[in-house]
């Protein structure tokens, strides 16, 4: 079954340093995305980045990166320059079923990264 | 501008009680989806629906029944037979059909509780 795993509960980093937050998963499809989204303590979802399965350059958007690391099954959130507003909730996500007309999308459990200043 | 409407934000049910969560959506997106977290957890799939009047059980749809009468409403009923509602229920819709990489668009949530 497909499955997404976040080791990292919690995460404490200095502002402008750069942070990893891991994110390692398990599908049987050859076609597949994954996703990145950040959870504010306001509750909202607000989308970060994406990596398809057949994608040969790892994703970047802005301060994101997604270091992708397929032989691993790794999909790895980099934030650069991390700031005080970082500080939420961040979900990997992946979309099983690429093709199917039935396809969703599953979550991990989360890290929750905290920025000290 | 195009979004997606979750009401109420907050929500309270009395033991034995349905209760239905509202989501519009006016993104013309063919896939929708609804999600439950608990708190410090992350988001688990209890119904999705990819086409108007056909709809999927995800992976807790027990005590949970949605309807997709049209595209841009997907409601979510929590029945008493759901002994532990209180939580977080996030509505999220997506262009539908592959390929897969169109992000998931998400509500501002409804909070329900138990009374």
């Known amino acids: 079954a497909q499955k997404i795993t976040q080791t990292q509960p919690g995460m404490f980093v200095q502002e402008k340093e750069a942070v990893t937050l891991d994110c390692t998963y398990d599908?049987?499809?050859?076609?597949?995305?994954l996703f990145w989204y950040k959870q504010p303590s306001s509750g909202e979802m607000i989308f970060l980045i994406y990596q398809g399965s057949y994608d040969e350059q790892n994703a970047t958007e802005g301060r994101y990166s997604l270091n992708f690391q397929k032989a691993r099954k790794s999909a790895n959130l980099v934030i650069s320059a991390s700031q005080l507003g970082d500080s939420a909730m961040y979900f990997c996500a992946m979309r099983e079923g690429w093709y199917s007309s039935a396809s969703k999308i599953i979550f991990g459990s989360g890290t929750r990264l905290s920025i000290r200043p | 501008d195009g979004g997606i409407t979750q009401s109420p934000k907050y929500l309270f049910r009395k033991e034995g009680q349905n209760v239905t969560l509202s989501c519009e959506q006016n993104l013309n997106h063919d896939a929708m989806y609804w999600y439950r977290q608990d708190p410090g957890q992350g988001l688990r799939l209890i119904y999705y629906?990819?086409?108007?009047?056909?709809?999927q059980k995800g992976d807790i749809a027990e005590g949970y029944s949605v309807s997709r009468e049209k595209k841009e409403s997907f409601p979510l009923t929590v029945t008493s037979a759901q002994k532990n509602p209180t939580a977080f229920y996030l509505c999220a819709s997506s262009v539908g059909g592959p390929p897969g990489g169109q992000p998931q668009h998400f509500g501002d949530g409804t909070r329900l509780s138990i009374l």
């Open positions: 629906s990819q086409i108007v009047n056909d709809f």
């Open positions: 599908t049987s499809d050859q076609s597949y995305g």
